[in-house]
């Protein structure tokens, strides 16, 4: 069974940092490209960032690009997402998702996300 | 980056058909993929690649593509299937995009 299970959340300051960590399970991890979706509280769902399954390609959206960085540890079936520069507008529930059993999705199967909170 | 237009909210008596248009430039040229999130839980995926069901989604959803607009169709809508929906397609350059979202009311 297909498990992910997000952690690293929390409340934290505008412009400080914070690292996900999206544990893997259930799968070949090093066979698939992951992402990161997350939903700002009563909001869509919004693309983050993805990474190919080697972890040679990294992809990022407009909005956090220059600020998170994703990366990946196959030793450790683990996905990370570092997150600098905070804003208020970054808070959200930040999902992992496993990508590409259905062709082009962003995101075949979902943990339940961690949530974080920017604010003083 | 572009976008996906979706209605902010659909209503339907149980029974009854439910459409959610979705609609985008690169919709031609790109799959669309149909997503249900319930509250408080992950999306699942319903639709993939315009129209295929991933096993396990009940044959009453499906989908149909038509130029721009890309379509879930709920037929006999039941009172599970109250939820948000959300489009879903690749862009260039390995990012992707969703639909600005669905919300599905069962009367």
């Known amino acids: 069974e297909v498990q992910l299970l997000e952690s690293g959340g929390g409340l934290v300051q505008p412009g400080g940092s914070l690292r996900l960590s999206c544990a893997a399970s259930g799968f070949t991890f090093s066979n698939y490209a992951m992402s990161w979706v997350r939903q700002a509280p009563g909001k869509g769902l919004e693309w983050v960032s993805g990474?190919?399954?080697?972890?040679?390609?990294?992809y990022y959206a407009d909005s956090v690009k220059g600020r998170f960085t994703v990366s990946r540890d196959s030793s450790k079936n683990t996905l990370y997402l570092q997150m600098n520069s905070l804003r208020a507008e970054d808070t959200a529930v930040y999902y992992c998702a496993k990508r590409g059993d259905y062709g082009d999705d962003a995101g075949s199967y979902w943990g339940q996300g961690t949530l974080v909170t920017v604010s003083s | 980056s572009y976008e996906l237009t979706q209605p902010p909210s659909v209503s339907v008596s149980p029974g009854q058909t439910a459409r959610i248009t979705c609609s985008g430039d690169?919709?031609?040229?790109?799959?669309a993929y149909w997503y249900q999130q319930k509250p408080g839980q992950a999306p699942v995926v319903v639709i993939y690649k315009d129209s295929e069901r991933p096993s396990g989604i009940p044959e009453r959803f499906s989908g149909s593509s038509s130029g721009t607009t890309v379509t879930l169709t709920i037929s006999g809508v039941q009172a599970e299937d109250e939820a948000d929906y959300y489009c879903q397609s690749a862009e260039s350059g390995g990012t992707y995009v969703f639909g600005t979202g669905t919300k599905v009311t069962v009367l």
């Open positions: 690169a919709l031609p040229k790109q799959y």
């Open positions: 990474i190919s399954a080697s972890g040679g390609r990294t």
